[in-house]
């Protein structure tokens, strides 16, 4: 159907954690890759990861 590309195919999952920094700073030393940095969304917070394996995380936080 046209040209239509998608880019990353798939669901994104979105996991809680009461303390962003703490647990931004734990993906990191457990080999992930932070895609975008803690952020504002619809009123809460998170930040976007690649696993060793390469899929795409999010962790949102209150």
């Known amino acids: 159907m046209g040209d239509v590309q998608i880019s990353n195919p798939g669901i994104l999952i979105a996991l809680y954690a009461s303390d962003l920094d703490k647990k931004l700073d ?34 949102w936080s209150e």
């Open 26 to 59: 734990e993906v990191i030393q457990a080999g992930g890759k932070s895609l975008k940095p803690i952020y504002k969304f619809s009123g809460e917070k998170r930040f976007h990861f690649l696993d060793p394996n390469g899929n795409e995380l999010a962790v």
